[in-house]
């Protein structure tokens, strides 16, 4: 009896994915007015992150995460789009893209957009992964 009050509890509980049974992390940022809703985010080291990102602008953004020599090379102005690369990422207006990336090494990278003049307006922030 007690048993199956047991199994029966468990079957209560809500299912989680296995990313989530691993920890894994979403981060949430709204894009409006040309700019992140964050400036700052911390991650964990070795666990997948789910950025989910909404464009609530008019105009396109993209989303570039990478260390300072990635953001260097885009802010030169290198490639038109992006989506092959979690990384790298279109912001089309008025849409929400999903990306998971995990940080293999702690430290700091960075996350920003350079289109024309956007990176320069302040539209980037930083990662510190622990």
């Keep these: 009896?007690?048993?199956?009050?047991?199994?029966?509890?468990l079957l209560a509980l809500p299912a989680c994915t296995a990313a989530e049974a691993r920890g894994a992390r979403e981060v949430a940022i709204d894009v409006h007015w040309s700019a992140f809703s964050t400036g700052a985010i911390e991650v964990p080291r070795g666990v997948p992150v789910r950025f989910v990102v909404r464009n609530d602008d008019p105009i396109a953004h993209e989303l570039i995460v990478g260390d300072l020599g990635v953001q260097q090379r885009h802010e030169k102005g290198t490639e038109p789009?992006?989506?092959?690369?979690?990384?790298?990422?279109d912001l089309p207006p008025g849409e929400t893209v999903e990306t998971t990336i995990t940080f293999d090494t702690a430290g700091t990278q960075f996350f920003a957009c350079h289109l024309p003049g956007h990176y320069a307006y302040g539209m980037r922030g930083i990662i510190t992964v622990l």
Excluded at 1 to 9: C, E, I
Excluded at 81 to 89: C, I, L, M, N
């Design 1 to 9: 009896m007690r048993a199956a009050a047991l199994l029966l509890a």
């Design 81 to 89: 789009k992006h989506g092959a690369r979690p990384t790298e990422r």
